[in-house]
């Protein structure tokens, strides 16, 4: 495996991977699922 | 304006119907189509075309498309011909959108029957295994034996001449589990079943990834046949094949088939989701859990696992060469383990497979009810019979697949090209692109970066034109010639013509139900009145 073939490998599975745990994050702690989240939770 | 429309379905949560339409992308095409096409087109190297088109076509029609649906949902209309309409202010839009049913049930007809063959591949190894016999040298002919009799390849009616074969008990399995989630409803089937699905197929993945990933060097006699040769075959970038054309277009065209935009399902899933709820975050989330699926384990395990076994001459032989041929191969050369990573393989699949499936189905049930006013049993009644007709009639003529193939080509890919080019045309230059992104974020979590603006407006239709252009210069004439000369491919054109002409008159029957109900259908008033 070439330093390039490690490269692409790398930085390709790592976009995707870092594109979805951001994504996810965003979807359960975000500002707004936050804000949804206290409208229809009153115990928070 | 007052419509007698009525939510009849609605998604529980906004990661139900993330991973819903996830499932609906995430299919075979990203485990065995993707590592394919990235070995021909320069290795690694093809990653840069791949997320050119994945960040200038792939994820802003996902957002059109996104927004056009829940435009359509909010004014009352969940179907596809009706939502178009309503964009695109009238009924060429309208008939156009005809497409977005024609695809998915005829994609179903065939994605059925290669779901049943998953179903029966994992039942085999879970059942201890296929039996490739004990000669190592005999198992890739044993292979594509059974290969040819799961699928009936070498003969046409081999899989309905008499006896009950198992691959059309498991296409009738397949056909009553699909009907059965769909009639359950979005969140009380799809969804549910998405939740459940999606994690399970992760983990499957998982398990095959790591297998694959410490395999080393099984063979001592081909030390060459090693787990970083594998990777490096997949990985190590050919800059040359960047100067070519087709490497671009091979790119466009995985990220758009991958993605199952210009389906038409998205638009049916997104028209359920309310004014309050984010679709931007939504839509990006569920594109990048495909890109998950398909760059990070498509990429790492299929043709690694071929190659440490097999060399280079394992990971030739196409999708379904690969997937179904060359890895019963390899999970026989792993020994007794290689039973549960087959097992694990298969089931993979098929539920890659069946999330898939279940999204084909759902708009045209939807649209069933609302053009027909049909109730949801019926409904589902109806699409089972027009279903289970196509899967009968591709299972039958399955000499060489080519009732199959013949519908992948027309409808799995040109079809959904037009479909997404008319879609892109009516997002940027019909409804406004300044109006679809006002649409689109209401009640979004992320914003669209203003960039994307002149993207959806300008850099995607054209981009796509171009796709689609190079696709048919590159694939037309020969198909063409196919259809000449062959009955099958022909009577199978036939076949797809009369479902177009079904549907088309079913929409002629729902455009005058919609306007007795008073639904503004050519979308001429300003704000939508269905309550939520």
Redesign the interface.
Known sequence: MTAGGWVFLIVSVGTVWSLAAWCYYRVLFGKRSAEYRQMHDPSE | MTSKARPTDQWKS??GV?LAVAGSAVGLGNFLRFPGQAVTHG???F?IPY?CALLLLGIPIGWSEWAMGRYGGERGLHSVPGILGMVGHGRVPRYFGVLGLLIPLVIYMYYGLIEAWCLRYAWAYLAGGPALGTDPAGWAAASADLFARVTGSNQDGLLLHGGLDPTVVCLFLVLAMNLWLVWRGLSGGIELFCQIAMPAMAICAVFVLIRVLTLGTPNPAEPHQNV??G??YM???DFSQLGNFDTWLAAGGQVFFSLSVGFGVILNYASYISRKD?IV??S??AA??N??F???FG??ITVTAAFVFLGANGVAGGTFGVGFQTLPVVFASMGSIGRWVGAAWFLTLFLAAITSSLSMLQPVKAFLEESLGLHRGVAVVLLGGIAVSGSIWVAWFSKGLRALDTMDFWVGTVAIFVLATVQIILFGWVLGVDKGLESAHE????RIPGIFRYILKYVAPVYLGVVLIGFCIQNLPDRLATVAAEPVARSTIGLVGAVLALLAVLTWFGEKRWREQGIDIDGRDKQPEVAR
């Open positions: 906004q990661i993330i290795g690694g190297a990653m997320f970083l040769a990777l490096a990985w190590n970038p984010d975050l939504s990006l989330t990048s859990t890109e998950l398909e760059v990070s990429g790492l009640g979004a979590e992320i």
